[in-house]
């Protein structure tokens, strides 16, 4: 993007808060956010989002920046350990930052099927038979995380278990493109124009 993207402006608030209110009105429990050291910016626009309750939001600043989506997500795990008393009933879901159009009905389905009897099992929504965002891994597959060698990636996980993939073309409308991420100006651009993310 060449500038801080999950900070630009966006319907009147900063990309990432869009994608915040998602996860609020999805029913999850704790947001946790992964920020890099000296990324000042983003911490403000998530502190404010916090001190307005718009979401329970844990902030996680790691010594070293994670280089990866794996680094990041092992120190959020390590805090959930750290703070919180998670069982083999609890799962946690994953997504990236830069989705102002995350469904929370989405998120909602992967965590009612997690509670109705899939709790040992990966869950990833799918519309028109994509795979996207956010995937659900049972609290159980956490300490996998910490076996990934330094060269391998999250796939990792999910290629040794089975993942039940979870239809959510009901959910959202053609027009809503939940599964969109914003990596480029162009995307930024297009998406200020087709408008549909997150209030």
Same mark, same amino acid.
């Given at each position: 993007?060449?500038?801080?993207?999950? #900070?630009?402006?966006?319907?009147?608030?900063?990309?990432?808060?869009?994608?915040?209110?998602? &996860?609020?009105?999805?029913? #999850?429990?704790?947001?946790?956010?992964?920020?890099?050291?000296?990324?000042?910016?983003?911490?403000?626009?998530?502190?404010?989002?916090?001190?307005?309750?718009?979401?329970?939001?844990?902030?996680?600043?790691?010594?070293?920046?994670?280089?990866?989506?794996?680094?990041? =997500?092992?120190?959020?795990?390590?805090?959930?350990?750290?703070? +919180?008393?998670? !069982?083999?009933?609890?799962?946690? =879901?994953?997504?990236?930052?830069?989705?102002?159009?995350?469904?929370?009905?989405? #998120?909602?389905?992967?965590?009612?099927?997690?509670?109705? !009897?899939?709790?040992?099992?990966?869950?990833?929504?799918?519309?028109?038979?994509?795979?996207?965002?956010?995937?659900?891994?049972? &609290?159980? =597959?956490?300490?996998?995380?910490?076996?990934?060698?330094?060269?391998?990636?999250?796939?990792? #996980?999910?290629?040794?278990?089975?993942?039940?993939?979870?239809?959510?073309?009901?959910?959202?409308?053609?027009?809503?493109?939940?599964?969109?991420?914003?990596?480029?100006?162009?995307? +930024?651009?297009? =998406?200020?124009?087709? !408008?549909?993310?997150?209030?």
């Amino acid at each position: 993007m060449g500038r801080p993207k999950l #900070v630009l402006p966006l319907g009147g608030r900063a990309l990432v808060r869009h994608t915040i209110e998602a &996860w609020r009105r999805s029913g #999850v429990e704790r947001t946790i956010v992964v920020v890099r050291p000296g990324d000042e910016a983003l911490l403000a626009v998530l502190r404010e989002a916090e001190a307005n309750r718009q979401n329970k939001v844990d902030i996680v600043v790691p010594e070293i920046a994670p280089p990866d989506m794996k680094e990041s =997500l092992k120190a959020a795990v390590a805090h959930v350990e750290g703070c +919180y008393e998670p !069982g083999l009933e609890d799962a946690f =879901l994953v997504a990236p930052a830069d989705m102002p159009r995350l469904s929370a009905a989405i #998120v909602g389905r992967l965590i009612g099927q997690h509670r109705d !009897g899939g709790k040992q099992e990966i869950l990833a929504p799918t519309i028109a038979g994509r795979r996207g965002h956010p995937v659900l891994f049972p &609290w159980g =597959l956490a300490a996998e995380l910490f076996e990934i060698g330094e060269s391998e990636g999250l796939n990792v #996980v999910v290629e040794r278990h089975e993942v039940h993939l979870v239809s959510c073309d009901d959910l959202v409308a053609a027009t809503e493109k939940p599964f969109a991420d914003v990596d480029t100006p162009e995307e +930024y651009e297009r =998406l200020m124009k087709e !408008g549909n993310f997150n209030a």
